[in-house]
């Protein structure tokens, strides 16, 4: 099994979602870097993680192939982060098409503080892991799609498990099964003694369909 497939082993049973994969340019060159050789060993809930970081690598190298963002700016972490993900997770080649050498770090922006703070204090102590996806989480939130699609996962499934993992009691809040976007940003305002719409109750809002609708949409690595 060549590298790639292997980080596409995941949830669902360890299903592997390569008949699944679309022919999208950030995968397509993420196939490309990740050619067949020794993968070591790694549990199942490492194996998701390595998974979501590949989707993540994906949607940075597309930006950055079209000039939209540098590999700090697509994910929101720093130049040492990624070459320490990449160095640590990924085959050699791979960190040469994040151009690193030619990247600054950029300083978040005062949503994205709030957005990072919000995760980092629902994360897992001591778990570097989430930590960096806090970062991630924090940057992808502020592009304008569903989140899980602007993470590259296949669905909002994939999200949910990887909230619950790495931010377990903010995830298990979402009690009402709220768009992600949606329901950090009410958090955001609870906590600094705002609320986010005046209604009484969600059920009398006119906003709710925004609030609760199904996030539908093809995952960025379907066919079209």
């Known amino acids: 099994m060549s590298n790639l497939a292997q980080v596409?082993?995941?949830?669902?049973?360890?299903?592997?979602?390569?008949?699944?994969?679309?022919?999208?340019?950030?995968?397509?060159?993420?196939?490309?870097?990740?050619?067949?050789?020794?993968w070591p060993p790694v549990d199942l809930k490492m194996d998701f993680d390595q998974y979501v970081l590949a989707c993540v690598l994906s949607r940075a190298l597309e930006e950055i192939d079209a000039g939209e963002a540098t590999a700090t700016e697509a994910t929101g972490l720093s130049q040492v982060e990624l070459r320490d993900i990449l160095n640590r997770?990924?085959?050699?080649?791979?960190?040469?098409?994040?151009?690193?050498?030619?990247?600054?770090?950029?300083?978040?922006?005062?949503?994205?503080?709030?957005?990072?703070?919000?995760?980092?204090?629902?994360?897992?102590?001591?778990?570097?892991?989430?930590v960096r996806f806090a970062k991630i989480i924090a940057r992808r939130a502020l592009r304008h799609d569903h989140l899980w699609r602007e993470l590259g996962l296949f669905d909002r499934v994939e999200l949910s498990r990887l909230l619950s993992t790495h931010f377990p009691a903010l995830a298990a809040g979402n009690t009402d099964n709220m768009r992600w976007k949606r329901y950090f940003y009410r958090k955001l305002c609870e906590a600094e003694g705002f609320s986010l719409c005046t209604a009484a109750a969600c059920q009398e809002c006119k906003e709710m369909e925004n609030c609760f609708a199904p996030e539908e949409g093809k995952s960025v690595r379907v066919e079209p």
């Open 8 to 38: 596409r082993a995941l949830s669902k049973g360890r299903t592997v979602l390569g008949a699944r994969m679309s022919d999208r340019p950030g995968w397509r060159q993420l196939s490309e870097l990740l050619a067949p050789g020794p």
């Open 89 to 130: 997770s990924f085959p050699a080649p791979t960190i040469h098409a994040f151009c690193l050498e030619d990247v600054r770090d950029v300083e978040p922006g005062i949503e994205e503080e709030l957005l990072r703070g919000l995760l980092l204090a629902h994360a897992r102590p001591g778990a570097s892991a989430s």
